[in-house]
């Protein structure tokens, strides 16, 4: 199973993005997406250290409430 992480871009230089989700911050390369597609405050979904896509900060809210009971749920 592949797991994607939102997270929020937090600055940009060039095809990288330092990006921040629950107090955790890592390089994500920007690649995958256009060019200028995104901005410091918007989130991303990023799978092995790419952003895959823009999402909206209620998709990512909600991704996280899905994370926080799957997290309850494991053994």
């Not at 797991?3 to 390089?27: H, K, S, W, Y």
Request: aromatic fraction near 6%; charge should be negative; charged fraction near 15%.
């Amino acid at each position: 199973m592949c797991l994607g992480i939102p997270m929020q871009v937090v600055a940009i230089d060039g095809f990288n993005a330092v990006c921040e989700a629950q107090g955790v911050r890592r390089t994500v390369s920007l690649f995958m997406l256009g060019a200028g597609e995104v901005a410091p405050g918007d989130h991303v979904m990023v799978h092995v250290g790419y952003a895959l896509r823009k999402m909206t900060e209620g998709e990512a809210r909600s991704a996280w409430e899905l994370l926080a009971v799957l997290g309850e749920a494991a053994p």
